[in-house]
């Protein structure tokens, strides 16, 4: 960061802290009932130009201060929506909704403040490179947000904003979303200082390599075209675990499956939590006798579904595992795989889950919460799996594709999906419930999500929401068909090829990531050894 011509009015302060927080909130889609926005694919490249302005040449503290602001404001405009989640479904206090959306927004600024400090610190020993430390200081405050544990809130990340470029959704084939979002803020950097030509030609370039990255040789489709269908129950949050409506919901979906079979395809798919009851996998049936009747009601229909139709089924249930030398078992957010022949083949457990909505972390200081999703506060937390391996007994699509189970959050990891890919899948499906979301932009906010995470990895996505956005997800991370949010349905869809050879991105992962650390490493030591030189 050049130190000479840093300093800014009170007014221009506010200018660009205000310019900042617009920006960024607008790279991320935004709807609010039947309105809707998407301005990322220009806003995305304009976001950091403020920032940049704000911190040029200020000392690590007061680039600390300004950041934290300005992205707090910021962040707050994208996550909006945590205030429906928490007191529509969550049925916290108006002050908790409030509380919980900004203290969300406050952690993601001051992961952004941190690192945007190291970098005014590191800025007067990187010469040449300064302009690049601000970008590489993002990615790394976007990594620390996307480690897998308690801490975890990887979501806006600026490289969601190419969901709807098609050119450099190409270009995430070969440096994943941390490219993009560095891309975007180096665009933002440049803009600011004035470097016109240097920003037009990084968008050019971006997307000229982006174009040829675009998916080109794919594998040959299944003779015949291989179908899946996918159950759209919308079933309402506040309706989901209401033992009342278990019957009634249930039917819903099963009088969508029938109507589906009438042509049946070769897979049929439920979303997250489709199933309102533990599902028993038949070797654990005699630990829980007292789950019998449940087990009449909700499992065996579905094995009779699969078996009279001869069509295998992807549904998502809620999983036991007895613990010995405990009275309770385990309790998991899992999918099943139910095969016409032999029933349920396996159960994948959801390896990451969602504070607040799976589990409460701290429930000695958070026990008057609840967990939002899982309907299961009053039972206990949910327990994670540990497996992301590609899912057996999906017919002939999961012998063609070994597709990856990836149960609603998880697709917002691109560690964990990159691992999953690498196991082998060629196909990525995402049963998710995104009720709990409301009208909001949090469902199209998750959507963008998927498609990058298919355009990472040149693979198609089914992605089957209890609520929608269900989607069918190509190879290149275009949405080819989706549904409506809040309405009772079905997609029906012809399953695309992917991409004949695995992406640079699979093989090689977030290098964009690793050369920004490296750089700030760089910096860091070329300031240590100066300050010791003097």
């Known amino acids: 960061m050049n130190r000479e011509g840093g300093g800014v009015t009170r007014g221009q302060r506010a200018l660009y802290t205000a310019a900042f927080a617009l920006l960024f909130a607008a790279s991320f889609e935004f709807r609010a009932g039947d309105f809707r926005f998407d ?5 995305a490249w304009l976001a950091a130009a403020p920032l940049w302005l704000l911190v ?3 000392t690590p503290g007061v680039a600390f201060r300004r950041t934290l602001l300005a992205a707090w404001l910021g962040y707050a405009g994208v996550f909006w929506w945590l205030y429906v989640v928490i007191t529509v479904y969550g049925r916290a206090p108006a002050f908790a909704g409030v509380g919980g959306m900004l203290g969300v927004a406050a952690y993601c600024a001051l992961c952004l403040a941190t690192l945007a400090a190291l970098a005014a610190a590191l800025a007067p020993a990187a010469g040449r490179f300064a302009l690049l430390l601000l970008p590489a200081a993002w990615i790394l405050a ?4 996307a480690l897998e544990s308690l801490a975890a809130f990887p979501w806006a990340f600026l490289g969601y904003a190419a969901h709807a470029d098609a050119p450099l959704r190409g270009l995430a084939s070969l440096c994943g979303v941390y490219g993009l979002s560095f891309a975007y803020a180096l665009g933002g950097v440049w803009l600011a200082e004035r470097r016109w030509l240097l920003a037009l030609a990084l968008v050019a370039v971006t997307h000229a390599l982006g174009w040829l990255s675009l998916p080109g040789a794919l594998e040959p489709p299944l003779t015949p075209p291989a179908h899946a269908a996918m159950v759209q129950g919308n079933i309402l949050q506040n309706l989901k675990w209401d033992p009342a409506y278990e019957e009634q919901n249930f039917q819903a979906q099963l009088e969508l499956s029938r ?7 070769d897979l049929l798919i439920w979303p997250e939590a489709a199933v309102p ?7 654990l049936e005699s630990h829980f006798p007292t789950l019998e009747q449940s087990q009449r009601e909700f499992r065996d229909p579905l094995l009779q579904l699969s078996q009279e139709h001869g069509v295998p089924l992807l549904v998502g249930a809620l999983g036991l595992t007895p613990l010995p030398g405990h ?8 999918v099943l795989s139910i095969s016409p022949r032999t029933g349920i083949v396996a159960r994948r457990d959801k390896a990451v889950l969602v504070p607040f909505g799976e589990y409460v972390p701290l429930r000695s200081v958070f026990s008057s919460l609840q967990g939002v999703a899982s309907g299961l506060a009053e039972v206990g937390d949910l327990t994670p799996g540990d497996s992301v391996a590609p899912m057996p007994g999906l017919g002939r699509i999961g012998d063609a594709y070994a597709p990856a189970v990836l149960i609603c959050y998880e697709v917002v990891y691109p560690s964990l999906v990159r691992r999953a890919v690498r196991e082998g899948a060629r196909l990525l499906i995402n049963p998710t419930n995104d009720a709990w979301y409301g009208k909001s932009s949090a469902p199209h906010q998750f959507l963008a999500i998927a498609q990058l995470r298919s355009a990472e990895h040149g693979l198609p996505m089914l992605r089957d929401a209890n609520t929608g956005v269900s989607a069918l997800i190509d190879a290149s991370g275009a949405v080819v068909r989706e549904t409506p949010i809040f309405e009772r349905g079905a997609l029906s869809v012809e399953v695309p090829p992917p991409r004949a050879h695995a992406t640079p991105y699979t ?3 977030d290098w964009p990531l690793w050369a920004g650390t490296a750089l700030l490493l760089a910096s860091g030591g070329r300031a240590v050894v100066g300050r010791r030189r003097r």
Do not use: Y
């Open 39 to 43: 301005v990322g694919a220009v806003a």
């Open 56 to 58: 040029r040449g200020q």
């Open 142 to 145: 976007d990594r620390v947000r």
């Open 259 to 265: 109507a589906l079979l009438s042509d049946p395809p």
């Open 277 to 283: 009851a533990f599902v028993l996998t038949p070797e």
């Open 327 to 334: 009275s309770m078992p385990a309790f998991h957010n899992s």
């Open 507 to 509: 093989r090689v992962g």
